[in-house]
C-alpha cells in the first residue's frame, strides 16, 4: 500500500519568507510525527498528532514553527520567517496508533533550504 | 532522561563479512528498541524492533539485534554484508508504556561495504 508522502521533497526560501510543509500518512495511521535532521542535531523530534487529541508541541523549537492536521489526517508544518539554522530536512512519520510498542514510518522527508 | 549512542560514526565492512552497528541506551524502565536504515536522499525505513520476549530479534533484509539488558546495548547485525547494505542507520529508543512517546535517536552510523 502507499506510504508516508511528503512534498514538495525540495524547498529553497529566502530568509525572512514562510514556507509550509505538506504530510499526508499512511491510510488508517492515527499518530503523525513531525521531525527535523540535520548536521548538527541529528534526528529531533519536533511535533506529534494523535487523534483529536491535543498536539503535543514540545519539540518545536521556536515559535516560529506551528503544525496542523486536518481531519485526522493531513498534517502542515509551517515555519514563519524563516532563518538559515531552519535549513535542514524534515521527516514526517505515522503509525497506527500512539502506545508505545507502535512503528513509525516515515516519509522521504523535505529537504528545505534558506538562503 | 532517554539517550541512545552510537558511538561508532563509521563502520567498514568487506562484503560478504558479518557487520555489526553498535547502539547502547539509557532509560528509566524497560526500553523499546528500534532500527532504521536512511540510503541517501530517502526517508528511514523500518529494519526491526525489541519490544519484549526473545532478545534475538530478525527484521527486514537478513539483519537481526541482540537485546542486552546489563549492557543496555541492541548492537545491529547480518551475517554477511551486501554492498548494498551500505546506508545510515539509525538506533532509537522510546520508553515502556509512553503512550504518544516521540523516538529517541542514536546520531547515526554510516556502513560502508566495499566489494
Known amino acids: 500500500g502507499a506510504g508516508v508522502s511528503q512534498s514538495p521533497s525540495n524547498k529553497v526560501t529566502e530568509k525572512g519568507k514562510d514556507v509550509e510543509l505538506r504530510c499526508d500518512p499512511i491510510?488508517?495511521?492515527?499518530?503523525l510525527y513531525w521531525y527535523r535532521q540535520s548536521l548538527g542535531q541529528g534526528l529531533e523530534f519536533l511535533i506529534y498528532?494523535?487523534?483529536?487529541?491535543?498536539?503535543?508541541k514540545s519539540g518545536l523549537p521556536s515559535d516560529r514553527f506551528s503544525a496542523e492536521r486536518t481531519g485526522g489526517s493531513v498534517s502542515t508544518l509551517t515555519i514563519q520567517r524563516t532563518q538559515q539554522e531552519d535549513s535542514a530536512v524534515y521527516l514526517c512519520?505515522?503509525?497506527?496508533?500512539?502506545?508505545?510498542?507502535?512503528?513509525?514510518?516515515f516519509g522521504p522527508g523535505t529537504r528545505l533550504t534558506v538562503l | 532522561a532517554q539517550s541512545v549512542a552510537q558511538p561508532e560514526d563509521q563502520v567498514n565492512v568487506a562484503e560478504g563479512n558479518p557487520l555489526t552497528v553498535k547502539c547502547t541506551y539509557s532509560?528509566?524502565?524497560?526500553?523499546?528498541l528500534f532500527w532504521y536504515v536512511q540510503y541517501p536522499n530517502r526517508g528511514l525505513q523500518f529494519l526491526l524492533k525489541?519490544?519484549?520476549?526473545?532478545?534475538l530479534v530478525k527484521g527486514s533484509y537478513g539483519f537481526e539485534a541482540e537485546f542486552n539488558k546489563s549492557q543496555t546495548s541492541f548492537h545491529l547485525k547480518k551475517p554477511s554484508a551486501l554492498v548494498s547494505d551500505s546506508a545510515l542507520y539509525f538506533c532509537?529508543?522510546?520508553?515502556?508504556?509512553?503512550?504518544?512517546?516521540?523516538?529517541?535517536f542514536g546520531q547515526g552510523t554510516e556502513l560502508s561495504v566495499k566489494p
Open positions: 512519520a505515522s503509525s497506527l496508533g500512539s502506545g508505545s510498542t507502535d512503528t513509525q514510518y
Open positions: 491510510s488508517g495511521h492515527t499518530a
Open positions: 498528532f494523535q487523534g483529536n487529541s491535543a498536539p503535543d
Open positions: 532509560v528509566s524502565g524497560n526500553p523499546y
Open positions: 525489541y519490544i519484549t520476549g526473545d532478545n
Open positions: 532509537a529508543v522510546r520508553r515502556f508504556r509512553d503512550q504518544g512517546g516521540k523516538l529517541i
